[in-house]
T-cell receptor
Framework: GENVEQHPSTLSVQEGDSAVIKCTYSDSASNYFPWYKQELGKRPQLIIDIRSNVGEKKDQRIAVTLNKTAKHFSLHITETQPEDSAVYFCAASNNFNKFYFGSGTKLNVKP | EAGVTQSPTHLIKTRGQQVTLRCSPISGHTSVYWYQQALGLGLQFLLWYDEGEERNRGNFPPRFSGRQFPNYSSELNVNALELEDSALYLC???????????FGPGTRLTVT
């Protein structure tokens, strides 16, 4: 089955800096890669996703890149703000059959 | 548009008991996914229902089961509760297979 690894487990950045979170996956058949943000005590919220036929996707300060050959994808947050502080999860799915989640990255943006 | 709802919000059960958790998807969504999130850990896929059928399940024992009703709401049943079943149980709905999912607020289950 699929195995998704996520790094780092914690990330601390200064407000205004960029943050990068990386995930690797094992199943080459995986073709959908969403990212979720989970604030303390709240539900995970989809922030961006990418499908395997695209190499990069951007939405304002957030971008995701996908390298199918190397089987890794990354979340990039630019100009970080304190409200970006949360736990971020990556996931991989094969035709939405099963979703495999990474272990999460706790991002702390220091003002 | 109302989001995904789950009930109850919190639940305390004793080891060996049975529990039923409920999920109402966003109106128009036909797919429901169930996940277990143990404290401080990631999400583990439990079950996927679409159009009333169980489409797939994760690596959980058979005492974890569920169903989806004609109105697309869903129940998750856990029999013979064990201490390690203590977790946040999240459901997510999707407009259909192959589309993004939206999470409910979760049910916090504590097994003592």
């Amino acid at each position: 089955g699929e195995n998704v690894e996520q790094h780092p487990s914690t990330l601390s950045v200064q407000e205004g800096d960029s943050a990068v979170i990386k995930c690797t996956y094992s199943d080459s058949a995986s073709n959908y890669f969403p990212w979720y943000k989970q604030e303390l005590g709240k539900r995970p919220q989809l922030i961006i996703d990418i499908r395997s036929n695209v190499g990069e996707k951007k939405d304002q300060r957030i971008a995701v890149t996908l390298n199918k050959t190397a089987k890794h994808f990354s979340l990039h947050i630019t100009e970080t703000q304190p409200e970006d502080s949360a736990v971020y999860f990556c996931a991989a799915s094969n035709n939405f059959n099963k979703f495999y989640f990474g272990s999460g990255t706790k991002l702390n943006v220091k003002p | 548009e109302a989001g995904v709802t789950q009930s109850p919000t919190h639940l305390i059960k004793t080891r060996g008991q049975q529990v039923t958790l409920r999920c109402s998807p966003i109106s128009g969504h036909t797919s429901v996914y169930w996940y277990q999130q143990a404290l401080g850990l990631g999400l583990q896929f439990l079950l996927w229902y679409d159009e009333g059928e169980e489409r797939n399940r994760g690596n959980f024992p058979p005492r974890f089961s569920g169903r989806q009703f004609p109105n697309y709401s869903s129940e998750l049943n856990v029999n013979a509760l064990e201490l390690e079943d203590s977790a946040l149980y999240l459901c997510a709905s999707s407009p259909g297979a192959g589309l993004e999912q939206y999470f409910g607020p979760g049910t916090r289950l504590t097994v003592t």
